[in-house]
């Protein structure tokens, strides 16, 4: 593998990592004066109409998946939505380097559900590295601190949701296409969304400014899609899979910028333990498939 791979691969990921940051900046920024599905069913409206004119001229739309794969598709798009609703109202709701902190624990997640529900292997290394990483969340959230509250657990349940998520993901085939299941995802949340304000009717007037900000978190949840999809095209795994972890210095500096939001010690504590974690078991998956990580 090149080194000019293995740095293009990072920089993906680390351009990936950045733009869903971003978007959910603009999110928080935007929802300060609309509700939760009122800000997800605006940015769903431009996020469909991109990711539809992307995938159509891509030409995502020219084979359609098999009946399983559907099936698929479809448990995967729940959990989507499931995840979406639980992390935005999170994020609207605690400090965004939190919320994105919690969510780093998903590669220990990950390899512990497939390990339980794909019964694939893992090591005593990895299960430990599994622990020491929810002992990382638990400082961060705190569930014994005045702290904490029932947004700390919808970060949790984001989590799960996402987990659930790339479960189903292993099981498509080579043949479906990651923007065609990337479109449905976004039309269906918009639709749900939008259903939900039907139903509640929490629909608040939207200034220029406010739909310019949804529109650009549209855009960037786009690129974000575009980066983290380019990014297993270049360079080893093992070795772009770390970036990953840039988000959280995203998260923090844009918290601190835009909201005046400094983490706390505990807080960063609490980071570096699931970062630690996470970048073990990252290594230890590299050498087990014998991947240069140096």
Not at 10 to 16: D, I, V, Y
Not at 146 to 151: C, E, K, M, V
Not at 186 to 193: D, F
Not at 248 to 269: K, Q, R, S
Request: overall charge positive; charged content about 10%; proline content about 3%.
């Amino acid at each position: 593998m090149k080194l000019s791979d293995n740095l293009i691969g990072a920089s993906f990921m680390s351009a990936s990592m950045a733009a869903f940051v971003i978007n959910d900046t603009l999110m928080k920024v935007a929802g300060a004066d609309m509700g939760v599905l009122q800000s997800i069913f605006a940015r769903g409206i431009f996020a469909t109409i991109l990711m539809g004119i992307v995938a159509h001229f891509s030409g995502a739309f020219r084979t359609f998946p098999s009946p399983p794969d559907l099936r698929r598709i479809a448990f995967r798009t729940l959990a989507e939505v499931g995840a979406t609703f639980c992390f935005v109202v999170a994020l609207f709701n605690m400090p965004i380097a939190n919320v994105t902190a919690v969510l780093q624990s998903l590669p220990l997640t990950i390899a512990l559900a497939a390990a339980v529900f794909l019964r694939e292997s893992i090591s005593w290394r990895r299960t430990t590295a599994i622990v020491i990483g929810a002992i990382g969340v638990l400082i961060i959230i705190r569930p014994t601190s005045g702290a904490f509250n029932s947004y700390a657990l919808l970060a949790l349940a984001a989590v799960c949701f996402v987990t659930f998520r790339d479960l189903i993901v292993r099981r498509f085939t080579a043949s479906v296409s990651s923007l065609f299941v990337a479109f449905v995802t976004a039309t269906t949340i918009t639709a749900t969304s939008g259903v939900g304000l039907l139903l509640v009717g929490e629909w608040q007037p939207v200034d220029l400014e406010t739909t310019m900000l949804l529109a650009l978190a549209a855009v960037f949840v786009l690129l974000g899609y575009y980066f983290s999809i380019a990014t297993m095209r270049f360079g080893e795994v093992a070795m772009v899979t770390p970036f990953r972890y840039t988000s959280v210095l995203w998260a923090i500096m844009l918290g601190w910028l835009v909201f005046g939001e400094i983490p706390d010690g505990w807080t960063f504590l609490g980071i570096g333990i699931i970062l630690a974690a996470g970048f073990y078991t990252v290594w230890r998956e590299g050498k087990a498939r014998g991947n240069r990580i140096d």
